[in-house]
């Protein structure tokens, strides 16, 4: 390892795993980022060696998130690390300490600031996006997307994301935008992922248990107990509509999804959009497609 990441890596309490290592050289070497890694694999040691990396040079360096929530945690973390002096939050509703060296805000804020050309980008050397595949957000991403367009050539981007599936077409958009741009994936999931399904009073794991990963026929199989209750619900009528009730309509109870569905269709991005898909396997990189609508639906307000 560089000097720089050595002396990182000597504060953390864990040995950082390779895909940490890749991407800390990466900004070491004055590069940008993506870093695609699941849930719980810890990408934003990454996110955190820039903001070390800054201090250590005596420049600036912003932390953005989707949310106040997330804002508001990473601030507590980044202020514990290095102290309340150096670490300041802005969000929406909230001011502490916007000129310090480092500073956590929800995106729309370093929107904001680059069309009003605030002084407190002066000594900017890194941008850190956590949450980045927001971009595909149909009704929020543009705000991604015009930080990374428009932040300082000079500014290193940080990139961390759980979900974006095709990084490498998608790194190709960053290095094309921004220049220098390094793609480093994980595809190794530290925090096991089980999914469950409810029928009637019971729980029942959706795929079958105890399938070694070299056999991939059994490893997706549908647990066939889960099957037979299925089956059986669906005789009974335990998930049909209550006898004389209507099926729902649009309202307050029908899914978010189907209430936006229908007439209003999709709306298209901006041409320069990059592709933020499901996680596929990437193909050859094509002109930008239409950015599909963020999986959980519209988050909250900055």
């Excluded at 890194?126 to 971009?135: C, N, P, S």
């Excluded at 795929?207 to 059986?232: C, I, K, Q």
Aim: glycine content about 10%.
């Amino acid at each position: 390892m560089s000097d720089a990441v050595d002396a990182f890596a000597a504060g953390v309490d864990f040995p950082l795993d390779p895909f940490q290592i890749e991407g800390c050289e990466a900004i070491a070497a004055g590069h940008g980022v993506l870093v695609a890694a699941p849930t719980g694999a810890g990408k934003t040691i990454v996110g955190e060696f820039a903001v070390h990396l800054a201090l250590q040079r005596g420049q600036k360096a912003f932390y953005t998130t989707p949310i106040k929530a997330l804002s508001n945690q990473k601030y507590h973390e980044l202020a514990a690390r290095h102290g309340h002096a150096e670490v300041g939050l802005l969000t929406g509703d909230t001011s502490i300490n916007g000129e310090a060296p480092v500073v956590v805000m929800t995106t729309e804020v370093l929107r904001n600031m680059i069309y009003a050309g605030s002084s407190t980008l002066e000594g900017l050397g890194f941008v850190v996006m956590d949450e980045v595949h927001y971009l595909a957000d149909r009704f929020r991403g543009a705000v991604w997307e015009e930080v990374i367009i428009h932040l300082a050539p000079s500014v290193q981007l940080v990139s961390l994301s759980a979900t974006v599936s095709n990084a490498e077409e998608f790194g190709d958009w960053l290095d094309e935008v921004r220049g220098g741009n390094v793609v480093v994936v994980s595809e190794e999931r530290p925090v096991p992922l089980w999914q469950h399904m409810q029928v009637g009073k019971e729980v029942y794991d959706i795929f079958v248990d105890g399938a070694t990963p070299s056999d991939e026929a059994d490893r997706w199989r549908v647990n066939p107990l889960l099957m037979d209750a299925v089956r059986s619900a669906s005789r009974s009528g335990e998930d049909g509509p209550a006898p004389g009730r209507p099926p729902p309509t649009e309202g307050p109870g029908t899914p978010l999804p189907a209430r936006r569905r229908g007439a209003r269709g999709a709306r298209r991005p901006p041409a320069t959009a990059p592709p933020v898909a499901p996680r596929t396997p990437a193909g050859p990189r094509p002109d930008p497609p239409a950015v599909p609508a963020h999986p959980g639906g519209p988050p909250g307000g900055p």
